[in-house]
């Protein structure tokens, strides 16, 4: 049966995303890939998916972890991933099938995303499919799923090919309508890669400035690289929500060390179609640059270049050198393939296809059997174990002890010569009630940060109260002396301690909708203004045709 030209074009794209979602076969009948990051993870996403159920959806405060005294991950750690388990988790009903569910997007949104590209640089679809094929097999990338559990970065991973193939449409479009779409692409992109993954969003953003310019020289125009940098200011903008929050409590968190680096226009749609290779170019120089970023040799940029010693691990870098290889790889492949039909077949012609074999067995054999599963049943019972655990140290105040070395409380909240009751406990909001008497201070069992306020509420009155953080980095409540009743007598207090977000936060908010507003307005007027044009060209074409058989 023969294909209609229609059906041939969904093929191709067809195929990557079956395998994409190949690669997460052996999860499916093995279990859970679990690694070395793999509980940092969930210990996020299970109170984040109890906050949403219970209407919050954006939490600022993980009460439950460091043994109840909690930390502020919900604003330091980009939140997508965990929202997307979350999504998933509410759609299937449980923690298993929607992290299995989720592995199968990723990788599949990832291999479109490099196939997307690859057609964007001029490839035939079947070389651009064979692209996003390998981007799903590529040694790195199933390494962050398979081995090392770091699903943050897998996401951004997922998202980064797509930054890649909108950055090229910019350069290569010719007409605006074109290039609103790739204009809103990009900045969708980029804010899913800035609400994803901090340290590939730093490498990625370096890569994707290296290739705007080399572009940019090959374009001879000045015009593409400022609408490249117009998308890149839209993901900033619509992803301003996190990174605002960043900013406003880094200063208050441990460190400045955290992450500190211990250094040592498309062509014609032929199956023979290897892509242009003037547009390889760029691609082979950010693959060579990724790679040096990963040797020794690249040690005076990591000393140079701001917030690069943040990404933790160089050879991070191999994501990048992981996703420009396919491309080039895939063109590779099919040149030799074409040099195999044009002659007859040599021994030497062999040795392709021996490395080629060898690399697959290694990436089976190392990266995905030697990976270690875990059943439905265990993974339930690890969930249940990891909540409340100790977080990452630079999570915690400046100056404050680790989970382990704080005071053990038996309640919520402990004053000296009051009795204290809890009247309201929630992540973010705690209110206690204080027996008559004669205390100083009210110790909270929470770290400190700016962001807690408190106040206190005798009968009538109200009063802001100071708070300020023990010696240990717990949160402290100073007391005033108690108000009096009209008879003199000393009444009972209640004390209520919230985590208040300042406004900055809420601006900012305010600031990714509307960010969110423009990149949906360039997708409109993209794909509404480009399908009109594309209709008036059809009828142009039928009209000239007409026009022709007419005169004949």
Not at 144 to 159: P, T
Not at 288 to 308: G, N, Q, Y
Not at 527 to 541: D, K, L, M, N, P
Request: charged share 20%.
């Amino acid at each position: 049966m023969q294909l209609s030209p229609n059906k041939l074009r969904y093929l191709a794209p067809a195929l990557v995303l079956a395998c994409g979602v190949a690669v997460i076969v052996p999860a499916l009948l093995r279990g859970l890939p679990v690694g070395a990051d793999f509980n940092n993870h969930y210990r996020h996403a299970l109170p984040l998916y109890d906050s949403l159920r219970a209407g919050h959806f954006d939490p600022g405060w993980l009460a439950e972890s460091n043994d109840g005294y909690g930390d502020a991950r919900f604003r330091f750690y980009p939140p997508a991933t965990y929202y997307l388990l979350s999504a998933t988790r509410f759609v299937a009903g449980d923690w298993y099938a929607g992290s299995l569910i989720t592995f199968a997007l990723l990788s599949s949104v990832g291999a479109l995303g490099v196939f997307a590209w690859g057609r964007r640089l001029g490839a035939s679809r079947w070389i651009a499919a064979l692209a996003g094929a390998l981007y799903a097999i590529a040694p790195y990338h199933l390494n962050e799923l398979y081995q090392a559990s770091f699903l943050a970065e897998y996401a951004a991973c997922a998202v980064l090919p797509w930054c890649f193939a909108f950055t090229q449409g910019v350069f290569d479009s010719r007409r605006s309508v074109s290039r609103a779409r790739d204009v809103a692409g990009l900045g969708l992109s980029y804010a899913a890669l800035v609400l994803s993954h901090l340290p590939l969003t730093v490498i990625g953003s370096l890569s994707l400035g290296v290739y705007a310019l080399l572009l940019a020289r090959r374009a001879r125009s000045i015009k593409p690289l400022a609408i490249f940098a117009a998308g890149v200011v839209l993901g900033l903008v619509a992803s301003a929500f996190y990174w605002v929050g960043i900013a406003l409590l880094s200063g208050r968190a441990r460190g400045e060390k955290a992450g500190a680096v211990k250094v040592h226009e498309r062509g014609a749609d032929k199956d023979s179609s290897l892509g242009r290779a003037r547009s390889l170019f760029p691609v082979a120089l950010l693959f060579a640059f990724s790679f040096l970023m990963t040797t020794d040799l690249s040690r005076p940029l990591w000393l140079v270049v701001p917030k690069l010693d943040k990404v933790q691990f160089p050879y991070r870098w191999l994501a990048v050198a992981s996703l420009a290889g396919c491309p080039l790889l895939a063109a590779g492949l099919a040149r030799w393939l074409t040099i195999i039909r044009a002659r007859s077949l040599r021994p030497l012609h062999l040795i392709v296809a021996l490395a080629f074999a060898l690399a697959l067995w290694h990436v089976g054999a190392e990266v995905v059997r030697d990976s270690e599963y875990i059943g439905r049943q265990k993974f339930g019972q690890l969930l249940a174990e990891m909540r409340g655990g100790a977080s990452f140290r630079d999570w915690l105040p400046a100056g404050a002890r680790a989970a382990s070395q704080m005071e053990r409380m038996e309640g919520a909240a402990r004053a000296e010569g009051c009795a204290v009751s809890v009247v309201e406990e929630t992540p973010e909001r705690r209110a206690f009630r204080l027996a008559p008497g004669v205390c100083e201070r009210l110790r909270v069992r929470a770290y400190f940060y700016p962001h807690w306020r408190a106040r206190e509420t005798t009968g009538g009155a109200s009063r802001q109260l100071q708070t300020a953080a023990a010696d240990d980095g717990a949160l402290v409540v100073k007391l005033p002396t108690p108000i009096a009743s009209p008879e003199g007598t000393v009444q009972a207090r209640t004390v209520v301690v919230e985590f208040t977000e300042p406004p900055m936060t809420i601006y900012s908010r305010v600031l990714s909708a509307f960010g969110a507003c423009l990149i949906l307005c360039a997708a409109l007027f993209g794909i509404f203004f480009g399908r009109r044009s594309r209709t008036a060209g059809r009828e142009g074409a039928k009209d000239v045709r007409a026009a022709g058989i007419a005169k004949v």
